[in-house]
């Protein structure tokens, strides 16, 4: 994950490794990310909810309004198979 | 003249374009480098580093051996076909799908899988199959334009057998000789690109 | 009339080829967006600085060839000639040289998951990343001038034109002529270094098609592998001389990997 300020924003980038394999490719047991949560300082700032329909691997890029140098970024998330991991980054 | 002073002239030949460049290996100390260097795994054994005649004259030579020597190398290979009894032409249907397989011979392969024909990593063959490749001519309207006879049967056969006994340096496998194709397989891909109801010759 | 459509079908076809070569630079451009090659730099970068071994030390005292630590510009001058090991190393296998020697483990272990698939990538892989970066912007420029750089550029040269295995292939069976694709991907004519420039400069690469980060050492395993040879054996002398090779013909092209590819 990188977290870069610019511009009086944070722009984040996290890969999160994870196989998403839909109902098709399985032959009926889908195995994907179903929640996305952002925190800043442990604060929750995103909460998302992605499908079968994003492919392995997937990168999510992100801006937030304003952030300082040192600030913990904080992405986690949690499958349909109730796993969940997750990554941190200070901010740059 | 005869044929001794056919190979020495061959030979000659063959030396005049094997002087290498200053420092680089020849052949055969490549091949000592890839014995060293290389291990076997699967189905791909070490024997395969071992450059048979053909290999090491068309190595030596920058794939472009003198015409008699070119000559020479496909009548030798030319032996090496086996041709089935009966008809040549086997299942275009059954041809297509194997042309789009790449499988076969390779370390990655399960052994006893059979092979695709690794076709269309090359050549255009059916109209409707847009990812081909262009290392090889396009196969188009192969049959319509040649006509289906039995001598087209056995060139077509012959070629995907041991494409070496027509070129001496092609770069299309041997995938009969090699071992890749069978029989039956050889036999269909003759008549995807020969008979007339085959999507190569609509 | 006849005159008129004749231009028009030769201007077609001549410029058939640069039509197909700018659909590459275009797909070649839209897979580079959004892609996370930057992510196996940290990653790589974290790996650099962790203690591991026996000797429970980080790779930061690894001499990439320009001095213990020095990584900017180091992977730009590889492969090159190595006094302490007295060979020909390229990046991996110099890699591998400093996982044994600075930080004390063994072979085995250091060898044992030298690529790494979509779930987990190697540990080589994310270091080959953050290592790579370190050159952007620097002109490639291999080694030259050692008796065993030459051989090994020799060495590298012969291969590539070198045909055996069981479908009688070289390199150049592939990439020896111009204008020419496997399916649908381009073959560059890696002997030359028009082709080969835009090439070694940007690998190592992320390659979208499997979700994975590949090195040199895997491109060429894997091309022995689909020329129905045997397998190379990794760092060793024949896989470093292809390297070289390849590096040398694309020399003086600015490094802007590490890549993105199909």
């Given at each position: 994950m990188r977290a870069t300020l610019a511009g009086g924003n944070t722009d984040v980038r996290v890969?999160?490794?994870?196989?998403?394999?839909?109902a098709q490719q399985t032959k009926g047991a889908p195995y994907f990310i179903q929640n996305i949560t952002v925190k800043v300082n442990g604060k929750p700032v995103i909460e998302g909810e992605i499908s079968q329909a994003i492919s392995r691997n997937p990168v999510f890029s992100f801006r937030l309004k304003g952030g300082a140098k040192g600030d913990k970024i904080e992405v986690s998330w949690l499958d349909n198979k109730g796993e969940t991991n997750k990554t941190e980054t200070a901010v740059a | 003249m005869n044929r001794t002073l056919l190979w020495m002239f061959g030979l000659a030949g063959i030396a005049a374009f094997a002087l290498p460049a200053f420092?680089?290996?020849?052949?055969?100390?490549?091949?000592?480098?890839?014995?060293?260097?290389?291990?076997?795994?699967?189905?791909a054994t070490m024997d395969r580093v071992v450059q048979d005649g053909l290999q090491r004259i068309c190595t030596e030579t920058h794939d472009k051996p003198p015409a008699e020597v070119a000559k020479a190398l496909e009548a030798d290979q030319m032996k090496t076909i086996q041709y089935p009894s009966g008809s040549l032409m086997g299942d275009w249907k059954r041809a297509e799908k194997m042309a789009q397989s790449g499988r076969g011979a390779m370390w990655s392969d399960k052994p006893g899988v059979a092979a695709g024909g690794s076709c269309y990593n090359c050549h255009q063959i059916s109209p409707?199959?847009?990812?081909?490749?262009?290392?090889?001519?396009?196969?188009?309207?192969?049959?319509?334009?040649?006509?289906?006879?039995?001598d087209m049967q056995r060139y077509v056969y012959g070629k995907i057998y041991n494409a070496k006994a027509y070129s001496a340096c092609s770069q299309m496998p041997r995938l009969g000789y090699s071992g890749t194709l069978t029989d039956e397989q050889i036999k269909d891909f003759t008549a995807l690109l020969l008979d007339p109801a085959s999507p190569v010759n609509q | 009339m006849m005159r008129a459509i004749t231009c028009g079908a030769v201007l077609a076809l001549a410029a058939a080829p640069a039509l197909a070569q700018s659909q590459f630079e275009k797909y070649q451009r839209m897979t580079a967006e959004g892609s996370p090659v930057e992510l196996f730099e940290l990653v790589g970068e974290d790996l650099w600085k962790k203690p591991q071994g026996p000797n429970n030390v980080s790779l930061e005292k690894c001499d990439l060839g320009k001095g213990p630590g020095v990584l900017r510009g180091a992977y730009?001058?590889?492969?090159?000639?190595?006094?302490?090991?007295?060979?020909?190393?390229?990046?991996?296998?110099?890699l591998l040289h400093c996982m044994t020697t600075v930080q004390g483990r063994s072979p085995e272990e250091a060898t044992k998951r030298l690529f790494g698939n979509a779930d987990k990538p190697s540990e080589m892989e994310y270091l080959s990343a953050y290592v790579a970066a370190q050159s952007q912007g620097m002109k490639l420029a291999p080694g030259s001038t050692h008796p065993k750089e030459k051989e090994s550029y020799e060495l590298g040269k012969a291969l590539f034109f070198h045909r055996a295995g069981a479908w009688d292939f070289s390199c150049a069976s592939c990439h020896g002529e111009e204008d020419k694709r496997i399916r649908m991907s381009e073959l560059p004519v890696l002997s030359t270094p028009k082709a080969a420039r835009p090439v070694m400069a940007t690998w190592p690469a992320y390659r979208v098609s499997n979700s994975q980060f590949k090195t040199m050492q895997w491109r060429i395993n894997d091309c022995y592998r689909q020329m129905r040879m045997p397998e190379p054996v990794f760092g060793s002398e024949a896989t470093v001389a292809m390297n070289m090779y390849l590096t040398t013909t694309a020399k003086g092209e600015t490094y802007r990997g590490p890549g993105t590819k199909r």
């Amino acid at each position: 994950m990188r977290a870069t300020l610019a511009g009086g924003n944070t722009d984040v980038r996290v890969l999160m490794t994870h196989p998403m394999e839909t109902a098709q490719q399985t032959k009926g047991a889908p195995y994907f990310i179903q929640n996305i949560t952002v925190k800043v300082n442990g604060k929750p700032v995103i909460e998302g909810e992605i499908s079968q329909a994003i492919s392995r691997n997937p990168v999510f890029s992100f801006r937030l309004k304003g952030g300082a140098k040192g600030d913990k970024i904080e992405v986690s998330w949690l499958d349909n198979k109730g796993e969940t991991n997750k990554t941190e980054t200070a901010v740059a | 003249m005869n044929r001794t002073l056919l190979w020495m002239f061959g030979l000659a030949g063959i030396a005049a374009f094997a002087l290498p460049a200053f420092g680089e290996p020849n052949a055969r100390e490549v091949t000592e480098v890839l014995k060293r260097d290389f291990k076997a795994r699967g189905q791909a054994t070490m024997d395969r580093v071992v450059q048979d005649g053909l290999q090491r004259i068309c190595t030596e030579t920058h794939d472009k051996p003198p015409a008699e020597v070119a000559k020479a190398l496909e009548a030798d290979q030319m032996k090496t076909i086996q041709y089935p009894s009966g008809s040549l032409m086997g299942d275009w249907k059954r041809a297509e799908k194997m042309a789009q397989s790449g499988r076969g011979a390779m370390w990655s392969d399960k052994p006893g899988v059979a092979a695709g024909g690794s076709c269309y990593n090359c050549h255009q063959i059916s109209p409707q199959e847009t990812s081909y490749g262009t290392i090889g001519p396009s196969l188009l309207g192969f049959g319509k334009k040649r006509g289906n006879g039995p001598d087209m049967q056995r060139y077509v056969y012959g070629k995907i057998y041991n494409a070496k006994a027509y070129s001496a340096c092609s770069q299309m496998p041997r995938l009969g000789y090699s071992g890749t194709l069978t029989d039956e397989q050889i036999k269909d891909f003759t008549a995807l690109l020969l008979d007339p109801a085959s999507p190569v010759n609509q | 009339m006849m005159r008129a459509i004749t231009c028009g079908a030769v201007l077609a076809l001549a410029a058939a080829p640069a039509l197909a070569q700018s659909q590459f630079e275009k797909y070649q451009r839209m897979t580079a967006e959004g892609s996370p090659v930057e992510l196996f730099e940290l990653v790589g970068e974290d790996l650099w600085k962790k203690p591991q071994g026996p000797n429970n030390v980080s790779l930061e005292k690894c001499d990439l060839g320009k001095g213990p630590g020095v990584l900017r510009g180091a992977y730009a001058a590889l492969p090159r000639y190595f006094k302490d090991a007295d060979r020909v190393m390229d990046l991996e296998t110099r890699l591998l040289h400093c996982m044994t020697t600075v930080q004390g483990r063994s072979p085995e272990e250091a060898t044992k998951r030298l690529f790494g698939n979509a779930d987990k990538p190697s540990e080589m892989e994310y270091l080959s990343a953050y290592v790579a970066a370190q050159s952007q912007g620097m002109k490639l420029a291999p080694g030259s001038t050692h008796p065993k750089e030459k051989e090994s550029y020799e060495l590298g040269k012969a291969l590539f034109f070198h045909r055996a295995g069981a479908w009688d292939f070289s390199c150049a069976s592939c990439h020896g002529e111009e204008d020419k694709r496997i399916r649908m991907s381009e073959l560059p004519v890696l002997s030359t270094p028009k082709a080969a420039r835009p090439v070694m400069a940007t690998w190592p690469a992320y390659r979208v098609s499997n979700s994975q980060f590949k090195t040199m050492q895997w491109r060429i395993n894997d091309c022995y592998r689909q020329m129905r040879m045997p397998e190379p054996v990794f760092g060793s002398e024949a896989t470093v001389a292809m390297n070289m090779y390849l590096t040398t013909t694309a020399k003086g092209e600015t490094y802007r990997g590490p890549g993105t590819k199909r």
